[in-house]
């Protein structure tokens, strides 16, 4: 089963501009992850946000969780044509990880 | 950060044919191991869940006679599809964590089954 739902499933946006996808999940969760896979290829993990926390930074990636409402945005600031690549939330479901639909990221030049 | 391998990257087989996929934890000891299948466009999929010298535990749909999960070391699952259809074409990805620890995915296995 597939716990979180990715919006936009596909997003295009010019170098330079800011990328914001956003995540909505069911159950209760004790985190929420952020994972980038480029075409064909595997997994490369993001960020980790905890339950108990609202936001997080890493580098260009901002990424912030309301347990509340039960969704997540990651905000990818001065977006690059190496950031093109599907972006998957991911929550854990006891020791699964169930993952999102994904959002599909074009950087245009 | 762990690294986890898999072999090999890419499989080309003939129908009816069984291909064995290797899932490695290169440096540190995986008490588990998950399977997932990953069609064009689509998210990943949990098959099976796999403890080393326990029997896979499948997710539902996933047929546990055609997809045979080995765990018999601490750094080492399989996955054999056996009498593979087209239909089995996809990009399987395995991951792998100790207890109570994040997983690590292995950077998936792209199987065309012709």
């Known amino acids: 089963s597939q716990q979180g739902e990715e919006d936009p499933q596909a997003l295009s946006i010019q170098e330079g501009e800011n990328a914001t996808m956003n995540c909505s999940y069911k159950t209760s969760i004790n985190n929420l992850q952020w994972y980038r896979q480029n075409s064909g290829r595997g997994l490369v993990h993001l960020i980790l946000?905890?339950?108990?926390?609202r936001e997080k930074h890493s580098g260009r990636l901002r990424v912030t969780l309301d347990t509340s409402k039960k969704s997540s945005s990651l905000l990818i600031t001065a977006s690059r044509a190496a950031d093109t690549a599907s972006y998957f939330c991911a929550t854990e479901d006891y020791d699964k990880i169930i993952f999102g639909k994904g959002t599909r990221l074009h950087i245009l030049p | 950060g762990a690294v986890v391998s898999q072999h090999p990257s890419w499989v080309i087989c003939k129908s009816g044919t069984s291909v064995k996929i290797e899932c490695r934890s290169l440096?540190?000891?995986?008490?588990?191991m998950f399977w997932y299948r990953q069609f064009p466009k689509q998210s990943l999929m949990l098959m099976a869940t796999s403890n080393e010298g326990s029997k896979a535990t499948y997710e539902q749909g996933v047929e546990k006679d055609k997809f045979l999960i080995n765990h018999a070391s601490l750094t080492l699952s399989t996955l054999t599809v056996t009498s593979a259809h087209p239909e089995d074409s996809s990009f399987y990805i395995c991951?792998?964590?100790?207890?109570?620890?994040?997983?690590?995915f292995g950077p998936g296995t792209r199987l065309l089954v012709l």
């Open positions: 946000i905890r339950s108990n926390e």
């Open positions: 991951s792998a964590s100790r207890v109570g620890e994040t997983q690590y």
């Open positions: 440096d540190f000891q995986a008490t588990t």
